[in-house]
């Protein structure tokens, strides 16, 4: 049996079948356009395109805000951040070690402002004491904690245990308790200021 050959565009049923959808478009039209003048189809009113345009405007201001909180979010500082910090340069503090000088140097990596400028300054008799004593000494973290914070800055309460070793064997332990100000600087937090709490 043979396949039936598919209509042509120029055939007569294609031709029919283009001008009847040409007529249900026009009826279609025209009988939108007497319910309209009979008062069955409002049409748009000034109103509707005015409360989409404020619809729309508010969706862009809270997409908006949404993203700039967000951005801010991504390039802030966590309370985990500043505790590292101030708990890692208390640790090289109060861990002297006669054999390790650089410690003084790791320090002051992490210190900025005030606390730079005073540790500087005492840099050079603070390893001169550690290799007179020959004490060497192991700090512990036992805790710390956000005082008060803002965006970029905060202060942290640390207590650290401090035993203390000489020629190899324990001496003593001491409980240290510090007030540290972790502040950004250049992208970095660092060490501003520091205080010995009794």
Known sequence: MPWPTPPTSGSASIREERVARRELRRAVRDLDEVRRENGRIAPLSRWWWTASALILA???????????????????WTDADFTDVAAGVVAELLS??????????????????????????????????VRRSGTAASA??????????????????????????QAGRAVADRAFRLRLAVTDDSGRLKVAAVQYLP
């Open 140 to 165: 512990t973290i036992d805790g710390a904690g956000i005082v008060t914070r803002t965006p970029d800055s905060a202060v942290v309460l640390v207590a650290a245990t401090v035993g203390y070793q």
């Open 96 to 129: 002297p070690d006669p054999t390790a000088p650089q410690r003084v140097r790791s320090v002051l990596d992490d210190a900025t402002g005030a606390f730079y400028d005073e540790f500087a300054q005492s840099a050079d008799a603070y390893t001169a004491f």
């Open 58 to 76: 508010a969706a862009l201001l809270v997409a908006g805000f949404g993203v700039a909180a967000w951005v801010r979010a991504a390039n802030s």
